[in-house]
């Protein structure tokens, strides 16, 4: 059996580290949808989706990986939403 050098190694782990931060982040996205309900209805501003849209988005541009990818799941699945209910 060969054995793998440190590159490989070091590869894989970041592999893999990637990808548990893509599930955790997609699993984070009903809270990023929540709180951009919340932060929504206290500015008192207007309910649509085309505002839910724009206020995830803003909320989806930090430096956190998990946030990130969870407002970007949001953003998918409320884009999706929009579609069917438009049809």
Same mark, same amino acid.
């Given at each position: ?9 070091? +590869?894989?782990?970041?592999?893999? +580290?990637? +990808? ?10 009903? &809270?990023?949808?929540? &709180? ?48 069917r209910g438009a049809e």
């Amino acid at each position: 059996m060969a054995r793998k050098t440190p590159e490989q190694l070091t +590869k894989e782990f970041e592999g893999r +580290k990637a +990808k548990g931060l893509a599930k955790g982040g997609a699993a984070y996205w009903p &809270n990023v949808l929540a &709180n951009a309900v919340l932060k929504l209805t206290a500015a008192g501003g207007e309910f649509s989706v085309a505002a839910l849209i724009e206020r995830v988005a803003q909320d989806g541009q930090v430096a956190d990986p998990a946030i990130r990818a969870g407002a970007e799941e949001a953003l998918a699945r409320l884009r999706q939403a929009a579609a069917r209910g438009a049809e």
